[in-house]
């Protein structure tokens, strides 16, 4: 245990509930909680059990309460840990802390009970950063990921290679106290062995983070296309069709105004481009500039024309300077006879004909956005690196291996190849926690909210 003095924090959300939970956590968790509980004993009481009774002021009543009891290690944080259901009014939860804190514990830290976790084993380090990601999750996707991480993920795997490798740098290192003397205890072949099998896993996890933060953040999409295309008219159809949630998200990094919108559990960020609609031919320029500088920002590019005025040859032309995915989109089909339209459709197969105002192929349009992001199908239960840190710590990785066989190619003694070893190791370690430094630990769990 690394902790000695207790500590204490609202769990449940601030302001007026029907319940709120207080947690306590640490050595002093059962003598403190006892002074204040008028009911049972709660330090003869058996771990996992709930009991009713008052929280007292010396004699007066603070509130009737239920405690839960967890005693060490069975509990999140592995130390006795309390969490008292009182009820959700700012003024007696307010009292209840201040009485806990005046028998001798402390106010806890933002995430400090998810940082005792990790620190006495119950989570690794990403599986303690799945916690806060599980908190704000706001999709089904991004919960999935979460959940996943949470109950292992890909912490397991990573654990496994290293001590793998660890194995192997320990014979290295075995080989570089002989000096001179010209001894190989580690097999050049099985380490190359062992570094391809390494790498079959790190690849697919270092893959899977463009997806993971998809899932994690949106996909900046960008409805693009000439004014009069239809863009607005197809933005309302997308937003009303799925009843999302639209919101202004004026973020540090998003300096545009975005709609959202969920289907199956990916969350597109709509980016905006109407203003463009309104440039008139003498600022054009500006207009053009600025779709250009919105679809740079974008993953996934929806590029709208009305089908009733363009030439096809001309977009053939435009898609090529697309840099992300793009779905190609001719609206106002219902402007089009029959025989025009089936023209159409039969000579362009890979554009998507729709009518935003008469409700036309909506749904093959959903579907080929989902489609378009999930180039890779992921199933329940596959890892997904969500992270940027673990992504950037993996990357790492990756490169000092390619370095230990580059080394291995050309015959480097050992000395070189402990090198790289180690570094691969270091980064590894420092995904799941084996190795961290204050800062690091500091800098996660200040994100948490208190109470986590
Ligand atoms: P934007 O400039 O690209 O945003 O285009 P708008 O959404 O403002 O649409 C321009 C005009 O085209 C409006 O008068 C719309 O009602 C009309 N419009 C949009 N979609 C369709 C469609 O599918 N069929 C027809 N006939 N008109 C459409």
Redo the contacts with the bound molecule.
Sequence with gaps: MFNQDTICALATAQGIGAIGVIRVSGPETFPIVNRIFKGKNLEKQASHTIHFGTIRDNQTIIDEVLVSLFKAPSSYTREDTIEISCHGSDFIIQKILKLILREGARLANPGEFTQRAFLNGQLDLAQAEAVADLIASDSEASHQTAINQIRGGFSKQIAQLREALIHFASLIELELDFGEEDVEFADRDDLRQLIFKIQQVLIPLIDSFEMGNVIKNGVPTVIA?K????????LNRLLNEEKAIVSDIAGTTRDVIEDELFIEGIRFRLIDT?GL?KTTDTIEAIGVERTLQQMDKASLIVY?FDASEIQLTEIAQQITEFNAPYILVG??V??LSATQKADFEATYPAILWI????NKNIEVLKDTLVRKVKTKEIKAGDTVVTNLRHYQHLLQTNGALENVLQGLDQSVTGDFLAQDIRFALHHLGEITGQITTDDLLANIFSKFCIGK
Excluded: M, Q, V
């Excluded at 009518?355 to 008469?358: G, N, R």
């Design positions: 296309g004014p009069n295309a239809g863009k607005s008219t197809l109407a609609r709208l609206n106002k219902d402007k009518s935003a105002s008469e």
